[in-house]
Structure formats: structure tokens, C-alpha cells
């Protein structure tokens, strides 16, 4: 029975252990009952400071309380502890597990806030996690490549492949045999500028969905990723050939690559995504199968976060630069810049994690069933 | 045996929560009882916080809407360009809050202190890693984004299928295609034991019971439970020897804590009775708070102090 008493002079020592202690110790007829109104000040204590924490973080807590938090936290941990040995007291019992439990969910809560986490995401961790996901996005690139492939391969084939490709309803005209005039017409310039910021929010929540679905669908090893990557390159495959069978080939990829390498690259990232969970539910290694998902999917929700901030970028550059910028040389170096740019900040950007080793120890942490 | 009904009812209510329990632990080696929440309160929670979501979003879009009435209004006297780009504007607005809103609601939320959203905390609930470490952003996000693939796609889906194929367009193959999505993800929870959805899986997280338990009177100081106390009614002190109080053990203590401290008259007099039957005592009548006091006080004690020596007596069978 030492070890309470350690503790107990360590609360003194602390200075608030006398908070509100109550007077009547020596009339309870339980050892175990004196054992915690000896306590309960510290408890009571603790249970002040997680409260303040958990309605508004640290800054309701002053200095004094927040150097007092660890060691009042294993003062409640440890009385737990003794209490499991020494107290049939069950509603005590019950309120040691909480306060432990609660308490323990402030220590090792997160160690930094949401703008600390966005700025390591923005200086490099975003980049980690794109370059961790090099084989899914050299496997995803193949899909897109072989998908836009295809479709082009089918329409040139046979070109009633082109309306099963593609919804008529949204080709607004770009159809095989359309006259060349008509087809340049749908690569121009607005004439009239109002309306394109409702068009990029519109064209914003649309292409993030999609993204999006393609990452979620993941899930289902991967497969319907792919899918979705393979059927999306497929009718960009048949507009090609369509525009490429009246020599607008050039044109073409000039008013695509304006938006389009900032969009296709987010949906390249977001099939990998979902294909990075879905290869490590299939082949999850030595690591059980939920360790597996679940590391490769909170590397993959980075990504995501990444993708939704790049079809930020493209709806914007869909809507403005595409809209009001002639040439298809200024288009093809607008794209081209974008493309360097995010090829230089994911695979040049190379920032160690700052605290991997925390992060291991964190991870070592184990949960009995 | 109508005066043991309580103690068999509140056995079962016991039973019944240690199916979903479990254990994390601590890197100070101590095992926190956790509680996997139920299902039935994760759907609650989802509900209440589309609710709130929506009622919030319905109110903005309803301001913005008297805004662009107000606009629409002036265009009378302001040139006609002007008053387009600033409807324009609104509608970006409008567009980007439901975007932000839907993420950030529950992204920003469950990345604060307490790790749950307005409709879990109602019900008691928050997220926690699964491994016992740290609540990451990147789970939380991952288990969010997830949230669209189980629920609202296939949803959406649903009834986008069931008006095409009312008018005929499609066949209802793809209808069903679109329940079965909905169902594979919706009864997920109902495949494991710890009733992660897909979204937990991939984010390595769970959802637990947060209870914020108050902590109670301590039961010896009290009545006729302290060190010299006597019944206030009578002035009797109560005390029982070695057979009497050998006949329960801890779960039968235990129950009796719960119902003092609940108080509830009619169960004490059963348990009096039991009791007092028992033990091989005459149940009188009026004093039986008392007794229950001296009574749990003593059991306390003799269970208390075997279990120094090592020796538990779980209940009154064993």
C-alpha cells in the first residue's frame, strides 16, 4: 500500500491537493472509502482541467494546470489502478475509467493544431504522400494512357463507338463528321465574360465529386478506381479523334492542357489513391489486413486533400484562362507550366517527416480486445 | 420469488454492456475500459448532424436568397451588367458554402479536442484511433471522404435510377445495382465487431462511448454506513457476523450500490426483504434504508479485505 501514499504526498507537493477534500475522512468506515476522499481533490482537479481543454483547447488553461496535467493524470491513472485492486466501489470505479479515459484523450490528443498540420501538409507532406504512392500512379497513368487509347482506337474502328462512349446530350455537337467550323466554334473564346465564376464553382464541386468517388471507390480493391479512370480516358479518346479527324488535333490539346493537366493530374492522384487502398486490402503483406487499409488509407486521404485543392486550381483555370485566352500556343504554355509545376512540387520536393519517431512510438501503442 | 426481480433484472442490463466492451491500453500500462458505440447511436448521431447541417445550410441559402431578391429589386435603377455579376457572385457564395460546409462540418469538429461532431456529442459519442495512439487528420479526413461513397452516392443514385426507370429509360437492373451498393456499405457495421464502417476501416479509427460519469457520494460517510452510525430513525446499529454476510459476493454488492444510490424505495423494500430472508432475519418494516447502509457497508468490508488477500468472491454462487 505505498504507492498511494507516494502519490498522494506528490498531489501535495503540487499544492492543490486540499482542494476541496472533504472534511469527514475519518468517519468513513471503509479503507477504500478514505482511500479516495483522499484523492478526490486531484481527481476533481483533473476532471476541471479536461473539461476547460475540451471546450476550448489549451487556451482556457492556464500555465500552473497545465504543468499540474501529467502528473495529475497519473495520479488518476495510478488510483485507477489501486482502486481496481482495493475498491469494490463500482460508480467510483466507473468514474476513474471515464476521467482516465477522458484525461488520457487531452495528454496524448493531437499534438498540433489544424494550421500546424497544414502548413507541414503544404511544405512537404503532401509531396510525401503523393511519392509514397509512386507505383499506384505509374499503374493509374498506364489505365489513363491505355483508356484514352482505347477510345480513340474504338472510334477510329468503328465510329458508332462514339455514342456509346459518349452521352450525346453532353457532346453539345462535338460529334464524329461534325463540319470543321462548328467544331473550332466550341474551341473559341467567350465572347461574354459574365458567368464564368458561377461556371468554375459549378465545374468545382463536379470534377471534386468525381475525384473523389474515384478515391472512395477504392475500397473495393481497387477495382472500380480503375474503372472509372479507364471509362473517363476512353471518351477523352473519342473527342480527340473526333477533332483530330478535321486536323483540330492541335487546337484541341491547347484548349484541354489549359485546365486539363491540372485536372487530369488530380484525377491520375485520386485513382491512385483509391488503388493505393485497394492493393493493400488485397496484398496487405506482414501487417493484418485493417492495419494495412487503414495506413494506406490516411496516406491516401492526404492526397485527397491535395486533389480537391488542385480541381480548386483547375475549375478556376477552366472558367477564366480557358474562357478569355486565344492561341493554342498561350494554351499549350499555360498547361505546360502548371504541368511542371506540379510535377517539381510532388517527386523534387523532398521533406523527411519531421517527427517520424514520435509517430512510431504513437503507432506502438497497442489495443487489447 | 417476486422480491429478487430487480437483481435479475439489473443483471442482464450488466450483461448486455459487456458485449461491446473493450479494452485500450495506456503507454502507462493501464487498461481504459472503452465502450464500442452502438450502432443505433451512430445513426442517430449522423442524423441529428444532417439536421443541423441542413437547417444551418437552408437558413444561409434563405438569406441569400432575400439578398439576391433585394438585388433583383434594385436592378431597376442599376445598370444591368452590374447587378448580374453580383448575383454571379451570390451564387459562387452559395456554392462554395455548401461545398466548405459539408466537408468542414464534420472535418473540423472531429478534429477538435473533444473528437466528435455536435450530433455525437448529444448521444455521448466521439472517434478514437483504433490502435490507441493519436487521432490524426489524415483519419479523420479519410473516414469523412469515405462517408459520400457509403451514404450519399448510392442514395442519390437510388433515386436517380427510380425516376429513370419510372419514365422507362432504364432498366431496373441498374436500380437494383444501386440498393445493392447502398446495402454492401449501410450493413457493413453489422459484419464486424467493433461496427466499423468502411470509412473507419480505411482511416484506422472506431467510434467509442464518451461518458462524462460524475463522481458520487462516497458510500461509507454516510448514514448508517460510517465508522459509529446508527439508523436515524431507530438509533440501531446493525451488524451482522462471519455466515451472514459469506452468503453474497461482489455482483451482488455491486447491484445493491447501484440501487441506494438510485434510491428507489419500492426496490429497497424487495431487496430488504431478500435479503433479510436470506440471511435467516426477520424483515421488519420502516428501517430498511438503514439496514441496506450496514448491510452494504459490512459486505464492503469483508469482500474488501479478502480481496488484500487475494481471495474474489465474484457472486453469491461462486
Known amino acids: 500500500m505505498k504507492a498511494p501514499k507516494v502519490i498522494g504526498s506528490l498531489g501535495a507537493f503540487f499544492g492543490r491537493a486540499a482542494l476541496s477534500a472533504p472534511a469527514d475522512i475519518e468517519s468513513a468506515a471503509l479503507r477504500s472509502d478514505r482511500f479516495r476522499l483522499e484523492r478526490e481533490g486531484d481527481w476533481r482537479r483533473l476532471e476541471d482541467i479536461v473539461a476547460r481543454m475540451e471546450r476550448g483547447g489549451l487556451r482556457r488553461v492556464d500555465d500552473e494546470d497545465l504543468l499540474a496535467l501529467p502528473t495529475l493524470y497519473r495520479t488518476a491513472a495510478s488510483s485507477l489502478s489501486v482502486a481496481r485492486e482495493t475498491s469494490l466501489d463500482l460508480a467510483t470505479l466507473r468514474y476513474l475509467e471515464g476521467l482516465v479515459?477522458?484525461?488520457?484523450?487531452?495528454?496524448?490528443?493531437?499534438?498540433?493544431?489544424?494550421?500546424?498540420?497544414?502548413?507541414?501538409?503544404?511544405?512537404?507532406?503532401?509531396?510525401?504522400?503523393?511519392?509514397?504512392?509512386?507505383?499506384?500512379?505509374?499503374?493509374?497513368?498506364?489505365?489513363?494512357?491505355?483508356?484514352?487509347?482505347?477510345?480513340?482506337?474504338?472510334?477510329?474502328?468503328?465510329?458508332?463507338?462514339?455514342?456509346?462512349?459518349?452521352?450525346?446530350?453532353?457532346?453539345?455537337?462535338?460529334?464524329?463528321?461534325?463540319?470543321?467550323?462548328?467544331?473550332?466554334?466550341?474551341l473559341a473564346v467567350e465572347q461574354e465574360t459574365s458567368g464564368l465564376s458561377a461556371f468554375a464553382a459549378s465545374l468545382f464541386s463536379n470534377n471534386a465529386g468525381v475525384c473523389i468517388m474515384a478515391f472512395a471507390l477504392g475500397f473495393a480493391f481497387g477495382i472500380p478506381s480503375l474503372l472509372l479512370l479507364v471509362q473517363n480516358m476512353a471518351l477523352l479518346g473519342a473527342l480527340v479523334w473526333v477533332f483530330g479527324s478535321v486536323g483540330l488535333g492541335y487546337q484541341l490539346g491547347g484548349w484541354l492542357s489549359i485546365h486539363g493537366t491540372t485536372e487530369l493530374f488530380g484525377i491520375l492522384l485520386s485513382g491512385a489513391a483509391g488503388l493505393h487502398i485497394g492493393r493493400s486490402m488485397a496484398f496487405p503483406g506482414t501487417a493484418s489486413l485493417l492495419d494495412a487499409a487503414s495506413a494506406a488509407g490516411r496516406r491516401a486521404a492526404v492526397v485527397m486533400l491535395g486533389v480537391v485543392i488542385m480541381m480548386i486550381v483547375a475549375a478556376l483555370l477552366e472558367a477564366f484562362p480557358r474562357q478569355l485566352v486565344e492561341g493554342a500556343m498561350d494554351r499549350y504554355l499555360i498547361g505546360g507550366f502548371f504541368l511542371v509545376f506540379w510535377v517539381s512540387y510532388f517527386f523534387l520536393l523532398r521533406v523527411p517527416e519531421p517527427d517520424s519517431h514520435a509517430a512510431r512510438n504513437a503507432d506502438a501503442i497497442g489495443v487489447e480486445t | 420469488?417476486?422480491?429478487?426481480?430487480?437483481?435479475?433484472?439489473?443483471?442482464?442490463?450488466?450483461?448486455?454492456?459487456?458485449?461491446?466492451?473493450?479494452?485500450?491500453?495506456?503507454?502507462?500500462?493501464?487498461?481504459?475500459?472503452?465502450?464500442?458505440?452502438?450502432?443505433?447511436?451512430?445513426?442517430?448521431?449522423?442524423?441529428?448532424?444532417?439536421?443541423?447541417?441542413?437547417?444551418?445550410?437552408?437558413?444561409?441559402?434563405?438569406?441569400?436568397?432575400?439578398?439576391?431578391?433585394?438585388?433583383?429589386?434594385?436592378?431597376?435603377?442599376?445598370?444591368?451588367?452590374?447587378?448580374?455579376?453580383?448575383?454571379?457572385?451570390?451564387?459562387?457564395?452559395?456554392?462554395?458554402?455548401?461545398?466548405?460546409?459539408?466537408?468542414?462540418?464534420?472535418?473540423?469538429?472531429?478534429?477538435?479536442?473533444?473528437?466528435?461532431?455536435?450530433?455525437?456529442?448529444?448521444?455521448g459519442i466521439r472517434v478514437a484511433a483504433r490502435n490507441g495512439g493519436r487521432l490524426t487528420p489524415e483519419a479523420v479526413i479519410a473516414r469523412n471522404l469515405l462517408r459520400d461513397v457509403e451514404i450519399f452516392y448510392p442514395i442519390a443514385f437510388m433515386f436517380f435510377t427510380l425516376r429513370l426507370s419510372l419514365m422507362g429509360e432504364v432498366s431496373s437492373g441498374l436500380l437494383w445495382a444501386a440498393m445493392i451498393w447502398f446495402l454492401l456499405f449501410a450493413l457493413f457495421p453489422f459484419f464486424n465487431k467493433d461496427a466499423l464502417r468502411a470509412g473507419d476501416i480505411i482511416a484506422g479509427t472506431w467510434v467509442v462511448e464518451a461518458p462524462k460519469t460524475k463522481l458520487a457520494d462516497a458510500m461509507s460517510a454516510q448514514g448508517a454506513a460510517t465508522i459509529e452510525g446508527s439508523s436515524e430513525l431507530t438509533g440501531v446499529r446493525y451488524q451482522f457476523g462471519e455466515a451472514e454476510l459469506s452468503v453474497y459476493g461482489e455482483h451482488e454488492l455491486q447491484t445493491l450500490e447501484r440501487m441506494l444510490r438510485d434510491g428507489n424505495d419500492e426496490a429497497l423494500f424487495a431487496v430488504h426483504e431478500t435479503i433479510c430472508r436470506k440471511i435467516g432475519w426477520d424483515p421488519g418494516a420502516g428501517d430498511e434504508r438503514a439496514f441496506l447502509e450496514a448491510f452494504y457497508t459490512q459486505l464492503r468490508a469483508r469482500l474488501e479485505n479478502d480481496m488484500r488477500f487475494g481471495k474474489r468472491k465474484a457472486d453469491k454462487f461462486s
Not at chain 1, 464524329?176 to 466554334?185: F, K, N, T, V, Y
Not at chain 2, 441559402?61 to 454571379?88: C, N, Y
Not at chain 2, 456554392?95 to 478534429?111: N, R
Request: charged share 20%; with cysteine.
Open chain 1, 101 to 186: 479515459q477522458r484525461a488520457w484523450f487531452q495528454v496524448y490528443g493531437p499534438r498540433k493544431g489544424m494550421s500546424g498540420w497544414l502548413r507541414d501538409f503544404f511544405l512537404g507532406g503532401w509531396s510525401r504522400a503523393v511519392q509514397a504512392l509512386w507505383l499506384d500512379i505509374c499503374i493509374a497513368l498506364f489505365v489513363m494512357v491505355a483508356g484514352a487509347v482505347t477510345g480513340w482506337a474504338l472510334v477510329n474502328h468503328d465510329r458508332e463507338w462514339f455514342y456509346r462512349l459518349v452521352d450525346e446530350r453532353m457532346a453539345q455537337g462535338r460529334v464524329p463528321g461534325a463540319s470543321r467550323e462548328s467544331l473550332e466554334a466550341t
Open chain 2, 1 to 123: 420469488m417476486k422480491p429478487s426481480a430487480p437483481l435479475a433484472a439489473s443483471r442482464s442490463y450488466i450483461e448486455g454492456e459487456t458485449k461491446r466492451s473493450r479494452a485500450i491500453v495506456t503507454p502507462e500500462g493501464i487498461a481504459i475500459p472503452t465502450v464500442v458505440a452502438s450502432r443505433s447511436a451512430r445513426v442517430g448521431a449522423l442524423m441529428l448532424d444532417l439536421l443541423i447541417l441542413s437547417l444551418a445550410l437552408f437558413v444561409f441559402d434563405l438569406l441569400l436568397d432575400l439578398l439576391a431578391g433585394g438585388v433583383w429589386r434594385g436592378a431597376r435603377t442599376e445598370p444591368l451588367g452590374q447587378t448580374s455579376a453580383v448575383l454571379e457572385l451570390l451564387y459562387v457564395i452559395g456554392a462554395i458554402v455548401g461545398f466548405a460546409a459539408w466537408y468542414a462540418y464534420f472535418l473540423a469538429q472531429e478534429l477538435g479536442p473533444r473528437g466528435a461532431t455536435l450530433g455525437k456529442r448529444i448521444l
